[in-house]
């Protein structure tokens, strides 16, 4: 941790995009200040509240420098929690820019929409490129680019791969490919011997039956493959075979692509490429 760095915690009991965009547009007043972004999703808990509070304390004893904490959370009880921090803490329904200027010792620049460009070349950059690699490896095209992917998304056709990763893509410049288990995969009782190399960067997503037969009635109706049976033999499978290779994964019933992409990395821990 860079000494001269300060660092902004976006906090939230849900999936942190709210804040976080909050957080984005205030910081960009102070374009000459250099702040380290961190967001943390789904602070729901006494057991995480703790948690983000001792990497709040770390960082602050790293860098010498006081924290920021953004946030949004509902609940009283997490809020007081965090007020035990050292951290300047900001609450979403506060007044932001005034508490941001005596801290920074300067006043905001006062420029709408500073947030909404691009920032850096590299970032566009990198975004650009991961859309590309998701386009690319969407439903396996590529096994040999998958060595340089994020994470490896897997499940039964339709059950949200393609738009998680291009979400993921898109908002935080992962590397996202997917690879659809077929019936023939299905075969076995273990992973597909192709994904075995990749075994650390694979997530599996897994849906309700009846959903999946809804999605794959409007897609090829009255179908074998929109089946009631076809599609709980599917879902089953895969499960299992997940279970059995103890690949993480999540169920995208009732998950918008925000909330299944922010879940995703938070489970598996992986970390965004742009901010």
Known sequence: MAKDKRTAFFISDGTGLTVEAIGHSLLAQFQDQQVEQVTLPYIDSTEKVQQALQ????????????????TSIVSDQIRDQLH??????????????????????????QTVNVSHGIADNRRYSERIEAVHFAIDNDDGRRISEFEQADVILLGVSRSGKTPTCLYLALQFGLRAANYPITEEDMDSTTLPKILRPYRRKLFGLTIDPKRLMQIRQERRANSRYASKEQCEFEVRQVEQMLRRAQVPFLNATQLSVEELATRLMSQAGIERRID
């Open 55 to 70: 990497r709040i304390g770390k960082v602050a004893k790293e860098s010498g420098l006081q924290p920021i904490i953004i």
């Open 84 to 109: 035990q921090s050292p951290a300047l803490m900001l609450d979403v329904f506060e007044n932001y820019l005034t508490p941001l200027a005596n801290l920074f010792g300067c006043d905001p620049a």
